[in-house]
């Protein structure tokens, strides 16, 4: 039996986690709740933010812009597509989204933190994150 590519890209990594900052919305790409970055960009063109917020906002997403890769291929032709984990490791950027994470909610925002020790259907990784498409399962919690 040949193992699926979640278990053979994690083979050397049994003790992975991975963290994922996401609001309530549902994204109807990938079917889950939208990412940090989906909700601070919503929140920036909203105009809801006072103008320190939103040079805060700003800048921390540049730093991203500037320092994580952008993975290439979150959306695949009728399919689902895929969500963006950090790994728990990535504390350089996990401080930065803490960050966000305050701005946000302070703005009437709700993001929740959710972990995993695996993904399935990887389609991009790097140092610092993980970009898999959700299950069915996954999207029926």
């Known amino acids: ?14 003790t992975a986690m991975y963290i994922r900052f996401e609001g309530t919305k549902i994204d109807p790409d990938s079917g889950r709740e939208e990412g940090i970055f989906q ?10 933010l ?21 993975p290439a291929r979150l959306h695949r032709p009728n399919k689902r597509a895929a969500v963006c984990w950090f790994k728990a490791d990535a504390k350089v950027c996990i401080d930065r989204v803490w960050a966000m994470v305050a701005i946000i909610r302070e703005h009437g925002e709700e993001i929740r933190s959710v972990t995993c020790e695996r993904l399935d259907y990887v389609v991009f990784e ?13 999207l029926l919690r």
């Open 1 to 14: 039996m040949v193992p699926r590519l979640a278990d053979r890209v994690h083979l050397d990594r049994p």
């Open 39 to 48: 909700v601070a960009q919503r929140l920036r063109r909203s105009g809801a």
């Open 50 to 70: 006072d103008p320190h917020a939103s040079d805060q906002l700003r800048s921390l997403l540049h730093w991203f812009n500037v320092h994580l890769n952008k």
């Open 126 to 138: 790097d140092q610092y994150q993980v970009a898999a498409v959700p299950t069915r399962e996954e």
